[in-house]
């Protein structure tokens, strides 16, 4: 379970390095698309930990 939490991490940080880096898009929405993608892995995570039952 931890190794795929961990696999899971290492690639969400790589696509929202390579949206960050790579398309062209304005910083507002890149803004936008880093907090839902980072709201969404905190969630899974405690999710995942069973700290949060929602």
């Known amino acids: 379970m ?3 939490v961990i696999i ?4 969400v940080g ?3 390095w390579l949206v960050n880096n790579k ?6 929405i890149k803004t936008i698309i880093n907090i839902v993608v ?3 892995v905190i969630v899974w995570l405690l999710r995942v930990f069973g700290v ?3």
């Not at 899971?8 to 690639?11: A, D, K, R, S």
């Not at 398309?23 to 507002?28: I, K």
Request: charged letters at 5%; a negative charge.
């Open 2 to 4: 931890l190794v795929t």
């Open 14 to 16: 790589l696509l929202l």
């Open 23 to 28: 398309l062209p898009m304005d910083g507002t």
């Open 52 to 54: 949060a039952a929602f």
């Open 8 to 11: 899971t991490l290492i690639v």
């Open 38 to 40: 980072i709201i969404a």
